[in-house]
């Protein structure tokens, strides 16, 4: 993942060169700004910010970039405080943390494949039964109209920003009765790909022809249907500012950046959909 996002890094930067009409002005427009962009929240978002953070240093040598993974509402909380410039959460601002004067900026979706191998007859399920097999109350294809051979649950490990997604959205946090628990989205698909009787989840910018991808009620996991929001298992990756707190000129300066077109391939190397 590391590799994709460096060579995304590269790409957007040529990209955000090109945009601003060539070398030479944008160093003078990088080495104009410093500063620090001071960030604070969800864990689930820490290689998609760390990778824009990244970038934006790279254009603005001046500045310093920083992230504390506290989690989304220690991360609103710190913006409610002005203890960070923008805050970073995993989900929809509650209503009362609207009105509290916070505004919510959708980043990007995190959409999350439940996926089979390609040998399965099973096509869709929904949430609610998706959770009764990692829960371990469903152990057998055949009680899901597939095949009379056992369930073999496969995850992601503890920490995992996906695995976090995963279980926050089917309510099964710290319950799943895994088989086996693997380090990144490939191993899962190369796990799942080799396992008839497998079944696993993987971000949906990362599912190959290797594996199946099941409907989820339905729907199939796809950028436009995660992005619409009738893919059941996503949920938004969320900036939130303060009303009427004007940013640092730095500060608005990443907002803009990371908000804009040329953010888009990093987006993508970190594995969720852009929201623009």
Not at 210 to 221: D, E, I, M, R
Not at 247 to 260: M, V, Y
Not at 264 to 272: D, H, L, M, S
Request: net charge negative; with cysteine; hydrophobic share 40%.
């Amino acid at each position: 993942m590391k590799k994709l996002i460096c060579i995304a890094l590269s790409a957007a930067l040529a990209l955000c060169l090109a945009a601003c009409g060539g070398g030479s002005e944008e160093i003078e427009i990088g080495a104009a700004l410093s500063g620090t962009v001071s960030t604070d929240g969800s864990t689930s978002m820490e290689k998609v910010i760390g990778g824009l953070g990244e970038m934006f240093m790279e254009l603005n040598n001046g500045v310093t970039f920083t992230y504390n993974p506290t989690g989304s509402g220690s991360g609103i909380k710190a913006v409610q405080e002005g203890r960070c410039d923008i805050g970073l959460a995993s989900r929809n601002l509650k209503a009362e943390e609207a009105a509290s004067g916070l505004t919510e900026t959708v980043l990007a979706y995190d959409g999350i494949a439940v996926i089979v191998n390609p040998e399965n007859p099973v096509s869709d399920l929904d949430v609610a039964t998706i959770a009764k097999i990692y829960l371990g109350q469903i152990t057998n294809w055949s009680e899901v109209g597939g095949n009379d051979a056992e369930i073999v649950l496969i995850g992601r490990e503890a920490g995992s920003g996906t695995r976090d997604g995963f279980e926050s959205i089917t309510d099964t946090e710290d319950a799943c009765q895994y088989r086996q628990e693997l380090t990144s989205n490939g191993d899962v698909l190369t796990t799942v790909a080799s396992n008839p009787g497998a079944i696993g989840y993987a971000s949906v910018a990362t599912v190959k022809d290797t594996v199946k991808a099941l409907k989820v009620g339905g729907v199939a996991p796809t950028n436009e249907t995660v992005k619409d929001g009738s893919y059941a298992i996503q949920r938004p990756f969320v900036l939130v500012t303060k009303e009427g707190v004007d940013l640092t000129e730095t500060a608005q300066a990443f907002f803009d950046f990371i908000t804009s077109e040329a953010a888009r391939e990093v987006i993508t190397a970190a594995g969720v959909v852009p929201a623009n």
